[in-house]
Structures are given as structure tokens and as C-alpha cells.
T-cell receptor
Framework: AQSVTQPDIHITVSEGASLELRCNYS??????LFWYVQSPGQGLQLLLK??????LVQGIKGFEAEFKRSQSSFNLRKPSVHWSDAAEYFC????????????FGTGTSLTVIP | GAVVSQHPSRVICKSGTSVKIECRSL??????MFWYRQFPKQSLMLMAT?????????EQGVEKDKFLINHASLTLSTLTVTSAHPEDSSFYIC????????????FGPGTRLTVT
């Protein structure tokens, strides 16, 4: 069965520091991979996605993610975190053979300290 | 870009009553819509998948008689929580898929349901 793992439940970083949020997936073929951000009480905003091609994808708000097939990972990175980046981050996998159903990770809560 | 709206954004209802949540795709036609439930500090749990003009497909453990889903048009899906109880209080999020090869889904802003 497909699954998405975000090992870090909560991360705290200082403003201006670099950030990496981990995501691992379990799926037989190359899935479609997404990162979403959710502010408190809000819906999900797409940060970036990977379908194929270049394994390093750029997203909005200065985020990027790298697909590593050998590690079944799709980690999200940002070189310099801003206080407004504090939110909940979800990694998601889309499997086309199950009716385009998303599988979400459990999320990583990011706190940014001044 | 594709926009999905939900109405209402917040609703409080009394135990035993029913409440309807609407999900609309504003600038595209959604062949498939999805309903998710999110508990505090937790991830999104897929409740059901609805295709326009057909019955919704519910995930295991989701009561179809309690969570009625109707996808009457290509731009509107509704979720009705029937005979609501306090344990139904949650954040409900819908998403819509255009049916294109991009496989991307567009998420609504969510509806906070509180059952008293």
C-alpha cells in the first residue's frame, strides 16, 4: 500500500536559517509528488510539485524540493526562512492507478523564532 | 489559476441537526471532487471521492448515510453531515480535479464545523 512519511512532527528554526523538511514515500512506481503548506485554519496552498524531468523543482516563496528515487524521498528546502513561513507542511503523493487519490503525510509543524 | 471555494467557512450547529457544506470550482469544471476531514494537529483523511452524476465512493470506515455527498454539476459538490454529533466537529476540506493529465487537485479553504 502507498504511504507517505514525514519523520519530523515539529521543527523549530531561527529566522534566516536554512530549512529542510523530510518526506519519504512508499510506492511501486514513480509517483507524482507534492508539497503543500497550511496556515492555521486555512486550506492547503501548493508550494511545488514533481511529475517527471528535472529532479530539483522550484516552487513558490523560495522553496525547492529534490526527488531522489534511490531514497524514495522528496525533501523540501529553503535557504533562508522567514517568520511568515511558520505553518504546517504536508507532503503528498498522487497515484494515478487509484483514481487520482492523494496520500498525505502526517505533516510537519514549522516554528520560526526571531 | 484554478480556484475552489467552500461555503460556509465556519458553522456551528446543534447536536442532532444536519448541516450542508458546499464546494465549488469557480473557474473550471471539476470532473472529480474529493472530501477530506482534518482533526486538530493531524493530516488530511480522505473521506470520499465524488464524480459528477454518479454516486460517491467512500473510504473504509466512513459512514455513507451520515456523510451524504452529492456532485450534481461539474462545478458543485455538497457534503451533508446528517444528525451531527460533537464528535463530527472537525475541519472539512474539499478538492477538485480537472480531469486533465496534470493530475493536480485544487483545494478549497476548508469549513470548520462545530457541533454543540
Amino acid at each position: 500500500a502507498q504511504s507517505v512519511t514525514q519523520p519530523d512532527i515539529h521543527i523549530t528554526v531561527s529566522e534566516g536559517a536554512s530549512l529542510e523538511l523530510r518526506c519519504n514515500y512508499s510506492y511501486g512506481a514513480t509517483p507524482y509528488l507534492f508539497w503543500y503548506v497550511q496556515s492555521p485554519g486555512q486550506g492547503l496552498q501548493l508550494l511545488l510539485k514533481y511529475f517527471s524531468g528535472d529532479t530539483l523543482v522550484q516552487g513558490i516563496k523560495g522553496f525547492e524540493a529534490e526527488f531522489k528515487r534511490s531514497q524514495s524521498s522528496f525533501n523540501l528546502r529553503k535557504p533562508s526562512v522567514h517568520w511568515s513561513d511558520a505553518a504546517e507542511y504536508f507532503c503528498a503523493v498522487l497515484t494515478s492507478n487509484t483514481g487520482n487519490q492523494f496520500y498525505f503525510g502526517t505533516g510537519t509543524s514549522l516554528t520560526v523564532i526571531p | 489559476g484554478a480556484v475552489v471555494s467552500q461555503h460556509p467557512s465556519r458553522v456551528i450547529c446543534k447536536s442532532g441537526t444536519s448541516v450542508k457544506i458546499e464546494c465549488r470550482s469557480l473557474d473550471f469544471q471539476a470532473t472529480t471532487m474529493f472530501w477530506y476531514r482534518q482533526f486538530p494537529k493531524q493530516s488530511l483523511m480522505l473521506m470520499a471521492t465524488s464524480n459528477e452524476g454518479s454516486k460517491a465512493t467512500y473510504e473504509q470506515g466512513v459512514e455513507k448515510d451520515k456523510f451524504l455527498i452529492n456532485h450534481a454539476s461539474l462545478t458543485l459538490s455538497t457534503l451533508t453531515v446528517t444528525s451531527a454529533h460533537p464528535e463530527d466537529s472537525s475541519f472539512y476540506i474539499c478538492s477538485a480535479h480537472t480531469g486533465s493529465s496534470s493530475y493536480e487537485q485544487y483545494f478549497g479553504p476548508g469549513t470548520r464545523l462545530t457541533v454543540t
